[in-house]
């Protein structure tokens, strides 16, 4: 069973950045998929970014292609998203996600195999 820990959310003006972290413990990682989604208030759950732990090309949802950047450190078994130029729009808890089927059918967000805590990004204008 694979436990996440999430980690760097926080307050940042329009234009800014963040990085949030995702540390994974509780199995092997080789075959999982990792990802981020995010719920801003009162909305539902958000796909963000879905990466395999074995690299290859992430998928983005288009409100965040060209500004976050997902990565992953495989000795830390840590997963990254980096968030430039953030906008108030981005405001929202952010959840790190793994699942052994893969990217695509992580980024559907249906019976995955482990979420983390959530981290709150607050974004002002």
């Known amino acids: 069973q694979v436990q996440l820990v999430e980690s760097g959310g926080g307050l940042v003006q329009a234009g800014g950045s963040l990085r949030l972290s995702c540390a994974a413990s509780?199995?092997?990682?080789?075959?999982?998929?990792m990802g981020w989604f995010r719920q801003a208030p009162g909305k539902g759950r958000e796909f963000v970014v879905a990466?395999?732990?074995?690299?290859?090309?992430?998928y983005y949802a288009e409100s965040v292609k060209g500004r976050f950047t997902i990565s992953r450190d495989v000795a830390k078994n840590t997963v990254y998203l980096q968030m430039n130029s953030l906008k108030p729009e981005d405001t929202a808890v952010y959840y790190c996600?793994?699942?052994?089927?893969?990217?695509?059918?992580?980024?559907?967000?249906?019976?995955?195999?482990?979420w983390g805590q959530g981290t709150l990004v607050n974004v002002s204008s």
């Open positions: 990466i395999s732990w074995t690299g290859g090309k992430p």
């Open positions: 509780g199995r092997p990682f080789s075959s999982l998929a």
């Open positions: 996600a793994a699942d052994s089927r893969g990217p695509y059918i992580l980024s559907y967000g249906v019976a995955l195999d482990a």
